[in-house]
């Protein structure tokens, strides 16, 4: 079965200094990956994702992230963060088999300081 | 752009009762998601369906039941609520492409009293 695990519950970040969201997964085969933004009480939304080709995915938001196969792992990342960022983000994957959920992590909650 | 439809968005219900919630997909997905997301905690899968027929279970309670419909729209019935029930339930959809990312509603808040 496929996992995620976030090691970090919070991550504070300056205004304007480069942004680091881990996630590490486990999934039998290859995997599908994904970010999610979650803004309170509001649903998810879908920032980018990691099907195959380039290791670096670019997303909405000016978020991007690398996956590295060898490591497991599929961080997200910004150069220069806004307060506007602030929100719950959550890693996400799915095994590659048709109409196969998506597993979550438990959610980092990304705060910007001004 | 059309989104996933979620009705209601509040609920609000007493212990053992029943509630009904509804998803509406976005036009020409054919799989639909549940899932449950408790105060501080990750969203957690229910039960999904393809081409009305379910296709996947997770941590559904059984007094929890969903279909979906011809028009592929989904309902997810919940019976005898518990206290422990009260949580945030989104409705997610996706188009036949495995390599989809789920599109999420907005979800429907479920307060039992």
């Known amino acids: 079965a496929q996992s995620v695990a976030q090691p970090e519950d919070q991550v504070n970040v300056a205004e304007g200094n480069p942004l680091t969201v881990k996630c590490t997964y486990s999934v039998s085969g290859n995997p599908y990956l994904f970010w999610y933004v979650q803004y309170p009480n509001r649903g998810l939304q879908f920032l980018l994702k990691?099907?195959?080709?380039?290791?670096l995915v670019k997303g909405s938001y000016g978020f991007e992230a690398e996956f590295n196969k060898s490591q497991t792992s599929f961080h997200l990342k910004k150069p220069s963060a806004l307060v506007s960022d602030s929100a719950l983000y959550f890693c996400?994957?799915?095994?590659?088999?048709?109409?196969?959920?998506?597993?979550f992590g438990k959610g980092t909650r990304l705060h910007i300081l001004p | 752009a059309a989104g996933v439809i979620q009705s209601p968005r509040h609920l609000i219900k007493e212990k053992r009762e029943t509630a009904t919630l509804k998803c509406y997909p976005i036009p020409r997905h054919d799989t639909v998601y549940w899932y449950q997301q408790g105060p501080g905690q990750d969203p957690q899968f229910l039960i999904s369906?393809?081409?009305?027929?379910?296709?996947d279970k997770g941590s559904i309670p059984d007094r929890f039941s969903a279909q979906q419909f011809s028009d592929y729209h989904s309902e997810l019935n919940m019976s005898s609520l518990e206290l422990g029930d009260s949580a945030l339930y989104f409705c997610?959809?996706?188009?036949?492409?495995?390599?989809?990312?789920?599109?999420f509603g907005e979800g429907s808040r479920l307060t039992v009293l």
């Open positions: 997610a959809s996706s188009p036949s492409v495995a390599t989809g990312e789920l599109f």
């Open positions: 996400a994957v799915r095994d590659r088999r048709r109409d196969d959920k998506i597993i």
């Open positions: 369906f393809y081409e009305k027929m379910q296709s």
């Open positions: 990691y099907i195959t080709g380039d290791n």
